[in-house]
């Protein structure tokens, strides 16, 4: 079992950055695949980045390509989410996750774990 907690959200301008971490706890929770989803009011909730165990391979939504970077800190069990150059269409609740699986996968049914979320608001 895996517990994760999201941190960091909150209400900035469009143009800001915002860092949000999720803190993992349980058995060998370093050797889990995570990634970040999200969720708009009225949106089903879609991927937005995904990292490898050994934190060496992400793979990004097009939409937030060159401005979010998803990092893991294992030494920490802790997986990073900086957003920068943030719009208000990246207002979502903002989900951690993770995966036993050891590829990078997109789909939210790869993943058996999950936060409860961290609301980030961006005004324009």
């Known amino acids: 079992q895996v517990q994760l907690r999201e941190s960091g959200g909150g209400l900035v301008q469009a143009g800001d950055s915002l860092t949000l971490s999720c803190e993992a706890s349980?058995?060998?929770?370093?050797?889990?695949?995570k990634g970040w989803f999200r969720q708009a009011p009225g949106k089903e909730r879609e991927f937005v980045a995904t990292?490898?165990?050994?934190?060496?391979?992400?793979s990004y939504t097009d939409t937030v390509k060159g401005r979010f970077t998803i990092s893991r800190d294992n030494a920490k069990n802790t997986v990073y989410l900086q957003m920068n150059s943030l719009k208000p269409e990246d207002t979502a609740v903002y989900y951690c996750?993770?995966?036993?699986?050891?590829?990078?996968?997109?789909?939210?049914?790869?993943?058996?774990?999950w936060g409860q979320g961290t609301q980030v608001t961006v005004s324009s």
């Open positions: 996750s993770a995966s036993e699986g050891g590829a990078l996968i997109a789909r939210q049914s790869y993943y058996g774990y």
């Open positions: 349980g058995r060998a929770s370093n050797a889990y695949t």
């Open positions: 990292i490898s165990v050994s934190g060496l391979l992400q």
